[in-house]
């Protein structure tokens, strides 16, 4: 029965797939390790603090355009870069 003592050979991918899986798994999710945030962490919360102050308003705008946009000048906003061979 020399066919028996190759059968081991083809059990060793699936069975080595497996365990590779499974050691990656425990690596990367460290379940064992990890603590519960919400339950060992003691967060105070304190009141909201600041102010509102009205800087502005528009009312019943129609512009399509932002003033002062250079959405159509792209040479002005993109530069071009030094090269070295120059």
Partial sequence: MSDDSGLWLLLLGPAGAAGLYWTLYRYYRNTDKS???????DVKAKPVTG???KVGE????????????NVH???????????GSD
């Fill in 73 to 83: 000048a792209y040479r002005e906003r993109v530069q071009r870069m030094p090269s």
């Fill in 58 to 69: 528009v009312k019943g705008t129609q512009d399509r355009h932002i003033d002062g946009d």
């Fill in 35 to 41: 603590h519960a945030f919400e339950h060992e962490t």
């Fill in 51 to 53: 102010s509102d102050q």
